[in-house]
């Protein structure tokens, strides 16, 4: 055979193998049903329609992204930062004119769960269609009765106009061919209920894997990682499996379940991100499906922790802890051990202890609020180092809390601090001291 033959012989394979899988995929993705009923909640989640939606809508934390910095609620009109550029959330409350006031149902579930508008446009996965697929038709029809019923708000906010070619929304079409799978959330029969239960609002309306899980090159979730951490908007949000030093395996359930409801326990305090998470969404849900998520999440594998101890870095750990003393420990006390409920623990952190020194470095450079909520209203503040420290104090100091009382993580470098002060660079209080 030629060697033009054997090319076309090739094409011709990969094209019917292509065509094969864009008709299977497309079939797939169309006949699905969504009419199994979820797993239930041991706890009270409402007795009507609107009262079970406004429950589903907390555990989604819907109000997050669709509402702007002092705008109304679920009105839309919040940047969502992406690396293909910033995607505007839409308005949801029930406006006929700007919102999703004449949405039929089916307009509504189709847009959640396949990523359509309703006029047939494709949307953007920064609204996490992708997961919302395990979502059962009963829980969305009672989630857009909830919505219904919020106040209508007529705005019509900021129009996504992302760069080309990523503007193209009919790209979305082979993006939702690689990457969305339509099909719904499925009991696993060998797991408890409970367990079932958390596994349903965790890859469900709970999206954990939206941040939890890191992305690939085209923003799709990359799940030979689940839920073993991914950066996000200079946070790390970190590993949140059974991984016994870098997730959650070491927790006990009630550790979980008070750092979900109140965003704190004698190990950490939720900030960034997760912060607003628990005063949002996860404050509000009740201790049984809580309960349910953290026996769900310790119960997955997670990463496999290669970290060894560091060497030959007696000097860095003896700066480090110079530094340590003078500046942390009236909070975080000399053994790392914080304040339950306050100042978070150091000793045995899973956030601090993962490869990336990201949220270290974030919060010696910028500070961080801690979450309030209503069962723990107190919430402690982190100052800035930033301004008083150098790069290379900084790096020192983060690498003696990473390996410190138990710790063990990589060296931070002077370059990894810098690369911090840079990205965020916007925060008025950062000013590098060795440039003055």
């Known amino acids: 055979m030629g060697v033009k033959k054997t090319i076309a012989s090739v094409v011709g394979v990969v094209a019917v193998v292509g065509l094969g899988f864009v008709g299977y995929k497309t079939w797939h993705n169309a006949h699905q049903t969504y009419s199994f009923q979820a797993p239930v909640s041991t706890g009270m989640t409402g007795q009507t329609a609107i009262e079970r939606g406004k429950y589903l809508a907390q555990a989604g934390d819907c109000v997050a992204c669709h509402t702007a910095p002092g705008g109304k609620p679920f009105a839309g009109g919040l940047g969502l930062s992406t690396p293909f550029g910033v995607i505007y959330a ?14 039929t149902d089916q307009q509504f579930m189709d847009a959640v769960r396949k990523g359509k508008g309703v006029h047939g446009e494709n949307l953007y996965p920064a609204m996490p269609y992708n997961v919302y697929t395990q979502v059962s038709d009963a829980d969305l029809k009672d989630l857009k009765a909830y919505l219904d019923s919020v106040p209508a708000v007529h705005y019509d906010g900021p129009k996504t106009d992302l760069p080309f070619p ?28 409970q367990w079932n239960r958390g596994a349903y609002l965790v890859e469900g309306l709970g999206h954990c894997t939206s941040c939890h899980t890191a992305k690939n090159l085209l923003g799709a979730d990359n799940f030979g990682v689940h839920l073993q951490g991914s950066q996000l908007e200079g946070w790390l949000a970190p590993e949140i499996t059974g991984n016994t030093r870098q997730g959650v395996g070491a927790w006990s359930n009630d550790e979980l379940v ?53 060497v030959n870095t007696q000097d860095v750990m003896a700066r480090g802890k110079d530094i340590y003393l003078s500046n942390c420990a009236a909070c975080h006390q000399s053994n790392g051990e914080g304040v339950r409920n306050m100042v978070p623990a150091l000793k045995g952190n899973n956030a601090l202890q993962a490869e990336a020194p990201t949220n270290v470095l974030h919060v010696i450079m910028v500070g961080a609020q801690g979450a309030a909520t209503d069962s723990n209203p107190t919430s402690a503040a982190m100052p800035e180092f930033g301004w008083k420290l150098t790069d290379q104090q900084a790096a020192d100091v983060s690498t003696y809390v990473r390996n410190s009382w138990g710790n063990a993580a990589p060296l931070v470098t002077a370059e990894q601090a810098a690369d911090a002060r840079k990205l965020l660079k916007g925060d008025a209080a950062l000013q590098n001291p060795a440039t003055k």
């Open 166 to 193: 990523y503007n193209i929304r009919l790209m979305m079409f082979g993006w939702n061919l690689l990457f969305l799978d339509n099909a719904p959330f499925k009991a696993d029969p060998k797991q408890s209920d």
């Open 258 to 310: 008070d750092y979900l409801k109140t965003g704190a326990n004698d190990k950490t305090v939720a900030a960034g991100p997760m912060a607003e998470a628990v005063h949002n969404s996860l404050q509000h849900l009740n201790k049984q499906d809580l309960t349910a998520i953290a026996v769900y999440l310790k119960s997955l594998p997670g990463s496999k922790d290669e970290t060894q101890t560091l």
């Open 90 to 103: 839409t308005n949801i409350t029930p406006d006929k004119d700007t919102g999703i006031g004449g949405w």
